[in-house]
């Protein structure tokens, strides 16, 4: 099984910071990753695949990097709907796996 | 517009079972994958299974194998979970998801506003 290590636990943040969200694999996955974002009370939301295509509706300000083990989502400036929590997923191999997430809170 | 809608959660006893659906419509559910992912109270994302357009290939997780069985009714454009010797750690919210292309890709989106599932006696 691919394990998915998302780091740190949680950022603290400002509006308009540049936020950077790290997901590291316990093997290459090549460039099979995807991030989603949850907000609270909400199902997850798709917000990049294949480590960096943006999903339909998906602001630019979002954006993904990365390939084999180590994966970065990028938020530009941070906008307060972006406070929530994120998580990487791996489509590589069986079973299906996600990452603990990220917890994105104001500062 | 795509709309998911999961319906069947609510407290079952430990040992007992549940049927979990999602109603699906504005797309061909007949060509796309759909899955199931659950998280458990204040936790993260548990991937749990996914089944194909025409419903000849499952996949599912360690924990499911044997007790939680995924299939569809494509008739219906309705997916299912079925849950049998539920256990407490299969307290969770259960999301059904789209894939996210008109095949198979294991990217899901969008996912359904979720269904509550407790076991607990």
């Known amino acids: 099984e691919i394990v998915l290590t998302q780091s740190p636990a949680t950022l603290s943040s400002s509006p308009g910071e540049r936020a950077t969200l790290s997901c590291r694999a316990s093997q290459s996955i090549d460039i099979s990753l995807g991030w989603y974002q949850q907000k609270p009370g909400q199902a997850p939301r798709l917000l990049i695949y294949d480590a960096f295509k943006r999903a339909t509706g998906i602001p630019a300000r979002f954006s993904g990097s990365g390939s084999g083990t180590d994966f970065t989502l990028t938020i530009g400036s941070l906008e307060p709907e972006d406070f929530a929590v994120y998580y990487c997923q791996q489509r590589s191999s069986w079973p299906l796996t996600f990452g603990g997430g990220t917890k994105v809170e104001i500062k | 517009e795509v709309q998911l809608v999961e319906s069947g959660g609510g407290l079952v006893q430990p040992g007992g079972s549940l049927r979990l659906s999602c109603a699906a419509s504005?797309?061909?559910?007949?060509?796309?994958?759909m899955g199931w992912v659950r998280q458990a109270p204040g936790k993260g994302l548990e991937w749990v299974s996914v089944i194909s357009g025409s419903g000849d290939k499952i996949h599912s997780a360690d924990s499911a194998k044997g007790r939680l069985t995924i299939s569809r009714d494509n008739s219906k454009n309705t997916l299912y979970l079925q849950m049998n010797n539920m256990k407490a750690d299969d307290t969770a919210m259960y999301y059904c998801a789209k894939d996210l292309t008109n095949g198979w890709s294991n990217w899901f989106d969008p996912w359904g506003q979720g269904t509550l599932v407790t076991v607990s006696s």
């Open positions: 504005g797309f061909t559910f007949s060509s796309s994958a």
